[in-house]
């Protein structure tokens, strides 16, 4: 099976199909396993950016978390259902940990601008203790996903807080206050990454933020290649391939500037119905500017 590390480059949610036609005998479980063992070269690439730009207990967080073999494989399998079972975007360890990244983006263009947290506004907590509970939330928001769509926010919690309380309890195993504080924190933000369930902290409000930015076409590439024909919904997919980039900056005017740039116009469609409803529910919404265009013509500010 020395092939498969080259195929999964390529397409790895067609590994199961080929591998259960080319070997017969082969079990679902035997395929699936050496699937989750894997690592795509994006994957891995994101997990070294990751670690080199985090510190202190939140690298730590980061390093328990990239390396827990239960969570990628929640992270794989969820994957599985989002692409191959129901013929979503990508729901995975990829997006989980782009969504990771912008988050800790933003909460580094918030803080430089000296915007207090919850935690640090009501004295519980410090802007390390933030970034913990923010990067949880944004590492782990879609393992629900794992089980089905439908309110997989929710479902992400009865699932992840064995997991949170694990971690927490490494990495701060003298302060059971902190330890409660930052797991119902990270399970605001998990269970608020909709935009259906009201959330009320600044903390929560960045993995709305976060994850609504994660548009960019890679997210739709495995989706397009394994579409047999046309059905309703497709249009997420088809708009989001025409998102070029998206960069998350300082703002001329408010800390953050996002600025989105598509190919065609339908990208518009990811701004306007994920994305901008994201920021309208998030409580860090009054300092982000909102920016897109199709490359080449006038770019249109939203916020």
Known sequence: MEWLPLLFIFNPLRLIDLCMRSFPSFSFCLVYSTLCSMKSPKEEALNRKLLSSLKGKTRAVAEILINDKEIRSLQEYANIVSIKRLGFNDHGPVHMRK?????????????AKG???????????????????????????????SVGRQHHEQISIHLLVPVINRVLERVYNDDVNK???????????????????????????VILVADGCDMERGRARIPMLLKAESRVGDIHKYSASEIKRVS????????????????????????????????????????????????????????
């Open 99 to 111: 969504v990771a990244q912008n988050a800790m983006r933003i909460v580094d263009l918030l803080s």
């Open 248 to 303: 998350i900056t300082e703002g001329r005017e408010k800390p953050v500037r996002i600025m989105i740039e598509m190919t065609a116009s339908v990208g518009f469609f990811q701004v306007e119905e994920v994305l901008i409803p994201k920021i309208m529910s998030s409580p860090i919404r009054e300092h982000i500017e909102l920016h897109a265009g199709v490359i080449g013509r006038d770019t249109k500010r939203y916020l």
């Open 179 to 205: 330890r409660v504080i930052l797991r119902s924190l990270a399970i605001e933000g998990i269970i608020g990454h909709m935009a259906v369930h009201k959330i009320h902290s600044l903390e929560a409000g």
């Open 115 to 145: 915007i207090k947290f919850n935690l640090e506004q009501e004295e519980i907590g410090t802007l390390e203790d933030s970034r913990v509970a923010i990067f949880l939330s944004a590492f782990l928001h879609d393992i629900g996903m």
